[in-house]
């Protein structure tokens, strides 16, 4: 074979395997990759941070319904109502109450209705030190027992809380205002006390734009930057707690707490921040402690998701019990 | 050159070309080519606040771009006095994971493969050696008697080895003891992964997919913007929330109240109080002397 016969074999073959080569390349090598099933995503609601019961204190805020706590729809004033037991000792829950399941307490010793509610006084609960509390103070009450709980919960160690970690120093943000013409109006209304105060607060300009602010507007609505700087200079300044400004408002205990303190710094912007929200409650969003009842049903106090310790003592399970099991914690 | 040889060149060389041009195939499934802005871009460290508006700028523009949505992105800087530790009850932990989705949902995290900066360990009660732990449990529902669950994520060491490994210093620990990483800055080469001992660095195999109603606006630069293919991200303690104030969303989320959050330098706070009083036993993997700031702990 002449050289160039074999140079010609020589570069068809060459040209053949790169268009191999190339055919190869764009058909993937004869591979293909499995289709990877798609990932769900997960359910918005999931992701929900609300506790799973609401307080008295909440359904107050939100404007609910009270109509349920209205004892005396049914009851008699100044007419206690007579307490039934079984041969064992244990309530029998009246039938209209029947979503009352009582478990509060192991071998039945707290499952007295009186013992937190006030039988002369169905409004009020009352802990065992003569204090008469109403239901929104209901923390109150489980303090009274469970001490070592509670100052966790007042530290902040206890229980759900959202909002800011930074507890003095934040200043207010668009993002609290939850209502902004409620605000503005009880403001240049000076409808109460703390509202006649803020009003103060403000420069003549700033007052005469809230006087011109219709709802509804934008979100950044001047208005809204007008409120803002009067409650952010308030908070700043020495307490603006007075017995007579705040009359009629009821305080959160934390806010409560915090006053007794006659904090300082930091502290004292925190206290003028809570008084601010507790004069405020439907205006101003709280971000704050969560109470005993937004967790634990009062009457079953158990935390829903924890399953009952066994035994009759916790600490002292020796072996599974001989006998019928008593009533769960 | 004759006529023949010319073609015969011409016809090896054309073939040879077109295997090579085959052969690239790959290049062409590659869409996410960074600007001559972002190629040019300065260091986190050097970067001037007009830079910097610059940047944020370019990458609300991004945003917009590809979802539809324009954020709102912040270079929040580290508060004074301020260093943050996290508590976790491990009496509390149920082990239902809402911490886990609620980070991904805040943290614009890739959900197709989906990246989740926490992961729930379940152990058996009486042990504490992460060696009997699962991290893959799917029960019916939880908690389940015998075991305790442990949520994982990154510690925020005080003596971070992942920082020390980062050949680009990408990766560094903040005033505030976050370890941040500067997206735009880190090269992929997953070397703080490896000398992570808890695995908390992730990385992006592939383009993150966020569905666009799940994008999170709110945004940080070293937080949770939306990452490229290619960078290692991480838990940053929420930094968009931290450091305006506010709790990270792992902990608003809990059901069991079983995370706490705060400065450990201020004297009245939770954390503080938490570490005074309870019995705090385990920084994970102690003997590592990584020193991490999350602690968890028993309660009553």
């Known amino acids: 074979m002449t050289a160039n016969a074999r140079t010609g074999i020589t570069s068809a073959a060459v040209c053949a395997a790169f268009a191999a080569l190339a055919l190869a390349f764009l058909s993937d090598w004869g591979q293909t990759r499995p289709a990877r099933p798609a990932l769900a995503l997960v359910d918005t609601n999931f992701l929900d941070t609300a506790t799973t019961r609401r307080s008295y204190a909440d359904l107050v805020r939100a404007g609910a319904d009270l109509s349920d706590f209205d004892c005396y729809v049914c009851h008699e004033k100044n007419k206690p109502p007579p307490l039934r037991l079984d041969t064992n000792q244990n309530i029998i829950v009246a039938t209209e109450h029947s979503d009352i399941v009582m478990g509060h307490g192991r071998h039945g010793r707290n499952n007295n209705c009186f013992n937190c509610h006030n039988e002369t006084n169905l409004t009020l609960l009352q802990p065992r030190d003569g204090r008469e509390l109403t239901f929104a103070d209901s923390t109150q009450l489980c303090g009274s027992c469970h001490g070592p709980t509670y100052r966790d919960w007042l530290a902040g160690a206890h229980g759900r809380i959202s909002g800011y970690w930074d507890r003095g120093s934040s200043p207010f943000t668009a993002e609290e205002i939850r209502d902004l013409s409620g605000m503005v109006d009880r403001m240049r209304r000076q409808s109460d006390p703390v509202s006649a105060f803020v009003w103060q607060k403000l420069s003549i300009p700033q007052q005469a734009l809230l006087r011109n602010y219709q709802p509804p507007a934008s979100a950044t609505n001047p208005a809204q930057g007008v409120v803002l700087d009067a409650l952010n200079k308030i908070i700043g300044e020495p307490s603006i707690y007075e017995p007579g400004r705040f009359k009629g408002i009821p305080l959160a205990i934390a806010t409560a707490t915090l006053l007794e303190q006659s904090p300082k710094g930091d502290n004292l912007i925190y206290l003028n921040r809570l008084l601010l929200q507790d004069a405020y409650p439907l205006e101003l969003s709280r971000s704050q402690r969560k109470d005993c009842v937004n967790c634990h049903n009062p009457h079953s106090p158990p935390f829903p998701s924890r399953p009952p310790a066994p035994g009759p003592h916790p600490l002292r399970e020796i072996g599974p019990l001989a006998g019928p099991q008593t009533a769960q914690e | ?300």
């Open chain 2, 1 to 300: 050159m004759g006529r023949r040889s010319f073609l015969r060149t011409s016809a090896v060389l054309t073939t040879g070309l077109a295997a090579l041009a085959a052969s690239l195939k790959p290049l062409l499934d590659m869409n996410d080519f960074p600007t001559m802005e972002r190629f040019l871009q300065k260091y986190y460290k050097e970067m001037t606040p007009q830079d910097m508006a610059r940047v944020l700028k370019r990458i609300e523009d991004e945003v917009e771009q590809q979802y539809g949505l324009r954020p709102h992105v912040r270079d929040l800087k580290p508060m004074d006095g301020v260093e943050y530790v996290y508590c976790l009850n491990l009496t509390r932990c149920i082990g239902c994971r809402k911490c886990v989705h609620a980070c991904v949902a805040e943290n614009n995290e890739s959900r197709d493969p989906e990246i989740q900066y926490i992961r729930v360990l379940r152990l058996p009660d009486g042990s504490l050696g992460t060696d009997k732990a699962d991290h893959f449990y799917a029960s019916k529902s939880v908690p389940e008697k015998g075991f305790f669950y442990m949520p994982v994520q990154c510690q925020q060491c005080k003596n971070p080895p992942c920082v020390k490994v980062c050949p680009v210093h990408a990766t560094w620990q903040e005033a505030d003891g976050i370890t941040v990483v500067d997206y735009d800055w880190c090269i992929g080469c997953r070397y703080c992964e490896a000398a992570c001992p808890y695995w908390a660095r992730r990385f992006n195999f592939t383009k993150p997919s966020i569905p666009k109603d799940r994008l999170n606006p709110d945004m940080a630069y070293l937080g949770n913007r939306p990452r490229r293919q290619g960078v290692m991200e991480k838990c940053h303690f929420c930094i968009q929330r931290s450091r305006a104030g506010r709790y990270p969303a792992c902990l608003e989320v809990c059901p069991a109240g079983a995370r706490k959050f705060g400065n450990i330098l201020d004297p009245n706070s939770e954390v503080s109080y938490i570490l005074k009083s309870k019995r705090v036993f385990i920084q994970l993997k102690e003997e590592m002397g990584t020193s991490p700031r999350f602690f968890y702990y028993f309660d009553v």
